[in-house]
């Protein structure tokens, strides 16, 4: 599928010729064209000839009702073919965030009992190499390509007479989710997944939506437009330019004009009906077809960042009343914010300056004295807060590293100080 960017103008983009039809429907346009300009010349060399000839008024008017018949039939294969290529999108796009969301509900419920670490394990990788040989099985259906190579996470640790199996299956998408499902209920009977089965059965829900949907994507590939439809059409459009350069020779009395208006006619023509012709089965590897080897390679990032174990784990949350309670809302620059060093600066509006930065951690930066207001707000969490969990250090997390859970929570929590009468900075509990 071809990207590109429109311009300030939105002309500039129309001239580049790759995935474009102008090429293909060029040629019929000069036939129509200088066929025209040949048999003009030829009726207007000698007096006369023209009207032996008796392609007048009533053969345009005759070619204009043509046209719109045409016309119509042309734009509506185009629409149809349209609404295939967009549904062929849709519907793979829906499969997809089916078939993951299930991978990830899971990864999700697996016991995170250390005894069962490594039954965890061994499951999540054998789940995520089958949900990637699914999805390429389910592209290998629809596709239309000459050959169909798709990218997959490896899996040499299946054994190989599943794998024949597999490799003679009649469809095997449909084995390749049996095995899932098949997975997934000996997971749960072995304490692997430790979840209410109520919950489960969405992950089952799920499976089930994807393969709905790519079987709804299959008609799009086993079933092409209407023969007799895309005969007749292409017939048509064959006359048409057969009768466009007589009519235009007969009525139009320059020779430049009739050659210039049986090229656009024609051209544009041509040029609809073969963007019609090639969105019909949009699971191809033409330059417009939908980008099948991307949306599985695209597939195969998303799982294996799943397996990571930073995806795995919920990130350590620094909770600091004075902080967080306000739920104060900044700014953020998403290509910048998740790196080390790019997180931005936020100025809290009591006056509190803080950097996002992680070499800030721990440090306090200028302090404006809190309101009554937020001072009310902290006397009545500290009445309310445990004296045991409050003793407890804070976690602090850092996007520069990611330590281990036991060093997050040996790092005392930092607290804001706010100053007193004289100056000296004291601690928000102190009473002035």
Same mark, same amino acid.
């Given at each position: 599928?071809?990207? /590109? ?10 001239? *580049? ?9 060029? =040629?019929?346009? =000069? ?10 010349? /030829? ?8 009207? @032996? ?59 995170? !009992? &250390?005894?069962?670490?490594? !039954? ?26 000459? %050959? ?11 054994? @190989?007479?599943?794998? +024949?199996?597999?490799? +003679?299956? +009649? ?5 390749? =989710? ?9 997971? @749960? $009977? ?6 209410? &089965? ?45 009768? %466009? ?7 139009? #009395?320059?020779?430049?004009? $009739?050659?210039?208006? $049986? ?9 609809? /009906? ?10 191809? !590897?033409?330059?417009? @077809? ?11 990032? $998303? ?45 809290? &509006? +009591?006056?509190?300056?803080? %950097? ?41 997390? #850092?996007?520069?590293?990611? &330590?281990?859970?036991? !060093?997050?929570? *040996? ?12 100056? *000296?900075?004291? #601690? ?5």
């Amino acid at each position: 599928m071809i990207t /590109y960017d429109p311009g300030t103008w939105g002309i500039l983009f129309a001239i *580049s010729m790759r995935g474009s039809v102008f090429p293909k429907a060029v =040629l019929p346009g =000069l036939l129509c064209s200088v066929s025209s300009v040949v048999l003009h010349w /030829y009726l207007h060399a000698e007096p006369g000839r023209l009207q @032996d000839f008796g392609a007048g008024d009533a053969a345009a008017n005759v070619l204009g009702g043509f046209t719109f018949i045409l016309g119509f039939l042309v734009v509506f294969r185009s629409q149809q073919a349209y609404s295939r290529w967009w549904e062929g999108g849709t519907l793979l796009q829906q499969l997809r965030g089916e078939w993951f969301n299930s991978f990830s509900c899971l990864v999700a419920f697996c016991n995170a !009992d &250390p005894e069962k670490r490594q !039954d965890v394990v061994k499951f999540q990788h054998q789940v995520v190499r089958l949900f990637s040989l699914l999805y390429s099985c389910a592209l290998e259906q629809v596709a239309t390509m000459e %050959t169909n190579v798709f990218e997959v996470i490896k899996f040499e640790g299946l054994d @190989d007479e599943s794998l +024949h199996f597999l490799q +003679h299956a +009649h469809d095997r998408c449909e084995v390749v =989710l049996q095995w899932i499902q098949r997975l997934i209920v000996e997971s @749960d $009977s072995a304490g692997t997944l430790k979840i209410a &089965p109520p919950i489960l059965s969405r992950v089952f829900n799920e499976l089930g939506n994807g393969i709905v949907n790519l079987n709804n994507a299959r008609k799009i590939s086993d079933f092409p437009i209407p023969f007799h439809l895309a005969q007749m059409i292409t017939v048509m459009v064959m006359c048409h330019s057969v009768i %466009t350069p007589v009519v235009c020779a007969a009525t139009v #009395s320059t020779t430049a004009w $009739s050659g210039i208006i $049986s090229f656009i006619v024609s051209f544009s023509f041509w040029s609809v /009906y073969y963007i019609a012709v090639e969105l019909e089965m949009p699971f191809g !590897d033409d330059a417009n @077809d939908l980008p099948l080897s991307a949306m599985q390679k695209d597939m195969n990032t $998303s799982l294996r960042q799943m397996m990571n174990r930073r995806a795995q784990e919920v990130p350590a949350f620094d909770f600091r009343p004075e902080r967080d309670l306000d739920m104060e809302v900044a700014n953020v620059d998403f290509t910048k914010a998740f790196s080390a060093k790019g997180r931005p600066a936020i100025v809290k &509006p +009591h006056g509190v300056f803080e %950097t996002g930065a992680p070499e800030a951690v721990g440090k306090f930066a200028a302090v404006l004295p809190m309101s009554s207001l937020e001072e009310e707000k902290f006397e009545d969490l500290e009445n309310a807060a445990d004296p045991k969990e409050d003793a407890r250090p804070s976690p602090v997390s #850092s996007f520069k590293a990611w &330590p281990a859970a036991t !060093d997050q929570r *040996s790092r005392p929590s930092p607290r804001l100080l706010t100053p007193s009468s004289d100056g *000296s900075p004291r #601690s928000p509990r102190a009473k002035p």
